[in-house]
């Protein structure tokens, strides 16, 4: 049942995070889906080894729809202490996904950690991951439509049905002089039907 | 029909071999909180385990998306229930960022913010280890840790007036000075913990059936620990230094002294000694805070436009009545921008991916939750481990399932 909730897209964001340079000293880069897997492989022979996120944003105003955003971090390897680790460093990937044909390879084989982080990516935006090995929803119960985190999707269910009046309402519930109606009225005339029986 | 591949159920799994499906949870003890875990066992020994989680999925990073940037906070501290001000202080951290005034935030404000932040890292690590010894059958342990924990939510229902989410620290600094007679209870904890530690390390740390029931249990490699993203305790417990405190400073941690405790055995009990270890280091980031309490200054960043303006000055300044009115019904506005922002939780790598489109309200709010990554190791720990080891595996990653499902 489609509901009265669901939020207004006229004057929502186009595109946030290209309206400003970046803030932050994490290498930012945008590469495209058909390039994903290679950039990404790559970046992870030059020692980005650990995927730190992987998370989407949607911007329903543009073209591609959805971000999917990769944070890598770069360690050297195998350092004991905390001096020696250095300063490591992260690095996002942004890679945009067109709403038509919401698909993305999957990174699983690169990193474990991108086994879950793809489940839910997939769960709450609907973006599919091609050759992920159990792509099925993670947060939401297995039948769920709908993907909840794009932003077209309602907030509130629909609307309760009215629950009806309970049948156990006595004649002080109802206000003095207001003539009572429906099933309250149906209840009251079988509750004086019971006591004239029992009388 | 490969068996790697697809859902556990009975139908696949009587398919082939002499492995039987046992399901575990959500609903039990050991497995803190609503964790199912849907297992393949052979006898006694697991071969396959596939945890269900989203049981307690609310829909945190929804709600806060339709919230004002300082309402958000308050739902977002409940994602980590058992470190709220984790939670709130990388929030508040990278709405700062956002804002660009991250170098305005007044010292006293950012000292607090250390202070809270170890205070709910001893208070976490109380937790976990009151409930991973219960699960091993050591039953005085979860007393003298919740006494500690105690202490540490009085000292959070002082400044917040809530003992488990206090939602004290804000956007541009705090919510007000420490309450009088604050520093004396704090006092008391300080000194009190060192013999606390010294019992809880004595209960445990030689003890024969807790070290049969953790030495070469759980082992993670360390290269599967970067592979599963697992950070936190459980990543230095098997051998890297990687701490978000000394690898990417926020609000001051480069000022104080302090060790990154590390293992390499990658087992539950170098994950115990971690954590341990850990706990000390807090206490002795607090003692450095401690004497930097002493100087007084302001807490919260005399910018308007951000944080309402004194409650004393609204009788007296029409444009304080303003800014006041405005702060409270519609909140402040955020430039559009986006920011990855990240503490060091109890856990692990906590991070917040914040968008702003310009509005009132953050746009997306994505969190990197240390829990769920830690916990989805599980899936290369578990097996050829026994089934009661399970119970040590996970109790030892340390799991918060207000974080995981959010």
Known sequence: MPSTQTPPLAGAAVDPPSLRPPIEDAAIERVEPAQLHARLEALHGEGWTMLLDLGAADYPQRTPRFDVVYHLLKLPSQPRSAEQLGAPQRMRVLCGVDAADPHLPTVSDLWKAADWAEREVYDLFGILFDGHPDLRRIQMPHTWEGYPLRKDYPLRGPARERSPRPAFALKSNVQAGTPPSGETLAALQEQEKERERDT | ?406
């Open chain 2, 1 to 406: 029909m490969s068996l790697s591949t697809t859902p556990l159920t009975p139908e696949v799994v009587s398919l082939e071999g002499n492995s039987m499906v046992l399901s575990m949870g959500p609903q039990h003890p050991s497995t803190h909180g609503v964790l199912q875990l849907v297992l393949e066992i052979e006898g006694e020994s697991v071969v396959r385990a596939d945890p269900e989680i989203g049981y307690l999925h609310t829909g945190i990073e929804k709600t806060a998306e339709n919230l004002f940037w300082s309402q958000a906070q308050t739902v977002i501290e409940r994602m980590d229930y058992l470190a709220p001000e984790s939670n709130s202080l990388c929030y508040v951290l990278g709405v700062e960022r956002l804002l660009g005034i991250t170098d305005r935030i007044p010292k006293r404000a950012e000292r607090i913010r250390v202070l809270f932040s170890e205070l709910t890292r001893i208070a976490s690590h109380c937790v976990w280890l009151g409930t991973h010894s219960l699960d091993l059958g050591a039953m005085s342990v979860f007393f003298y840790t919740f006494d500690l924990r105690e202490n540490i939510l009085d000292l959070q229902e002082a400044v917040g007036g809530a003992r488990m989410h206090p939602n004290y620290l804000r956007v541009g600094g705090c919510n007000g000075d420490l309450p009088e007679g604050f520093l004396d209870k704090f006092d008391t904890l300080l000194q009190k913990f060192p013999g606390r530690m010294r019992d809880l390390r004595g209960l445990l740390q030689a003890n024969p059936i807790f070290q049969d029931r953790t030495i070469g249990i759980a082992r993670l490699s360390l290269e599967d620990a970067i592979s599963w993203g697992v950070t936190g305790p459980s990543l230095r417990a098997s051998g890297l230094a990687y701490d978000v405190r000394r690898a990417f400073p926020y609000t001051g941690y480069e000022g104080y002294e302090f060790d990154v405790p590390t293992r390499t055995e990658g087992d539950a009990y170098a994950r115990f000694l971690v954590r341990l270890d850990e706990m000390e280091q807090a206490h002795r980031i607090l003692t450095q805070v401690r004497t930097q309490l002493e100087e007084p200054g302001p807490v919260m960043i005399a910018d308007t436009k951000v944080a309402a303006p004194p409650k004393e000055t609204i009788a007296l300044s029409m444009e304080a009545l303003i800014h006041h009115f405005k702060i409270v019904s519609e909140g402040f506005r955020v430039p559009p921008g986006d920011v990855y922002q990240a503490v060091e939780s109890p856990r692990g790598e906590l991070g917040y991916y914040i968008v702003s489109d310009g509005g009132n309200r953050p746009y997306r709010v994505r969190t990197r939750p240390p829990s769920l990554y830690n916990l989805q190791a599980i899936k290369g720990i578990a097996p050829g481990n026994l089934i009661a080891d399970l119970v040590v595996s996970i109790g030892s990653l340390d799991p918060v399932f207000g974080e995981v499902d959010r």
